[in-house]
């Protein structure tokens, strides 16, 4: 009777000498997004009557500000845009947030079959703003912090005579 191998193990991803593990940086990327995406759809698949009753008119919109602006930022970061200081929106900007537009749109069409929600123009509106808004403030970070790093000075050549100073 011919022995069975036992199947391999999955390789672990490498860790680092901090004791980190390293991911490849696509995966820590992109991760955080997911993340924020999965929190979205869980907060809207929460029945309406669940959420606490609040006397401010259209205090629902402010809430979807509040959570799609992160993912408007976490895209941003994870499409590497913003990292041209000459102008906003760039391909990947642009990309940005049409990724959480479209987002935006399909929580609120998801929100037809939760009771007591309702699919908004106006929620998706806003989503689709705050996601710009992320994105721009993705913008900003990277822009300060390329305009904060000092400008790296080359040595002069070796082979190149200087030219005399008078």
């Not at 009753?53 to 976490?74: E, Q, S, W």
């Not at 994870?78 to 990309?95: E, H, Q, T």
């Amino acid at each position: 009777m011919p022995t069975r191998r036992p199947a391999p193990l999955p390789e672990l991803p490498p860790v680092t000498a901090s004791g980190r593990v390293f991911l490849p940086s696509s995966i820590s990327r992109w991760l955080p997004v997911l993340a924020w995406a999965a929190l979205i759809f869980v907060l809207s698949a929460i029945p309406g009557d669940r959420y606490p009753k609040v006397d401010l008119r259209n205090a629902d919109k402010g809430v979807h500000a509040i959570i799609f602006l992160p993912l408007g930022f976490l895209l941003a970061r994870a499409l590497r845009s913003g990292l041209s200081v000459s102008k906003f929106p760039d391909g990947r900007g642009a990309r940005a947030i049409v990724l959480g537009a479209l987002y935006g749109l399909s929580d609120e069409i998801h929100q037809i079959w939760v009771p007591f929600r309702s699919c908004s123009t106006l929620d998706w509106m806003v989503d689709f703003l705050a996601v710009a808004a992320g994105a721009a403030v993705w913008h900003i970070v990277t822009r300060s912090r390329q305009a904060s790093r000092p400008v790296p000075v080359s040595p002069p050549s070796k082979t190149a005579p200087l030219a005399p100073v008078d």
